[in-house]
């Protein structure tokens, strides 16, 4: 079946560091590839999403690259800042119309220091 | 728009009782989630529904949980009875038919605490 399978956290970076966060997965077909982030006590929302191989997901800084060839969709932010600290969850849609749902990964704590 | 109500923010019961979690999904979206995020792990699909059908419902416990989706609007999910490993946040999402495309809207969970 669909798997995501993401880097272990936590993750400590100070203000400014260059982040990234891997993803791969394991789809039948050819899914959409997604990054949802969790904030302390709030639910979860979307980062960025990419449909289609070597498409690019940005928003907020944070950019990702759907990459069939090596089943990869890994989350890249040049300067993180201590807003970022929060649970990043890569996850993907498969199937068509109604049947199309979330896989998620694990996820990734991130936290970010001054 | 306004986006996916879930009712009650928190709930504390003690095992072997019974509880209800609430949802109310963005309008005009056909299909309807429930995923189970137990602490430290990544959400779960319990159920999924398109209007008030049946979609997917293999990953849940069906001795102890129980959902519905009367009239193709609002949700609920109900378990009975409940045990420890209930303990989890009960995420409600909605999407147009085609999430893939569209995107999946989560709405802020109820955090169930089973004593």
């Known amino acids: 079946g669909d798997s995501v399978t993401q880097m272990e956290g936590p993750v400590t970076l100070s203000e400014e560091a260059f982040l990234t966060i891997n993803c791969t997965y394991t789809a039948t077909g050819y899914p959409s590839l997604f990054w949802y982030v969790q904030y302390p006590g709030e639910g979860l929302q979307l980062l960025l999403k990419a449909t289609k191989a070597d498409d690019k997901g940005s928003n907020k800084g944070f950019e990702a690259t759907y990459r069939k060839e090596t089943t990869s969709f890994h989350l890249e932010k040049g300067s993180v800042q201590v807003s970022d600290s929060a649970v990043y969850f890569c996850a993907l849609s498969d199937g068509t119309g109604t049947a199309s749902k979330l896989t998620f990964g694990t996820g990734t704590r991130l936290q970010v220091t001054l | 728009e306004a986006g996916v109500a879930q009712s009650p923010r928190y709930k504390i019961i003690e095992k072997r009782q019974s509880v209800a979690f609430w949802c109310n999904p963005i309008s005009g979206h056909a299909t309807l989630y429930w995923y189970q995020q137990i602490l430290g792990q990544g959400p779960k699909l319990l159920i999924q529904?398109?209007?008030?059908?049946?979609?997917?419902d293999s990953q849940l416990p069906k001795d102890r949980f129980s959902a519905e989706r009367l009239k193709g609007v609002d949700s609920t999910l109900k378990i009975q009875p409940a045990k420890l490993e209930d303990s989890a946040v009960y995420l409600c999402a909605s999407s147009e038919s085609g999430g893939r495309n569209y995107g999946y809207t989560f709405g802020s969970g109820t955090r169930l605490t089973v004593v």
């Open positions: 529904f398109q209007n008030n059908g049946v979609v997917d």
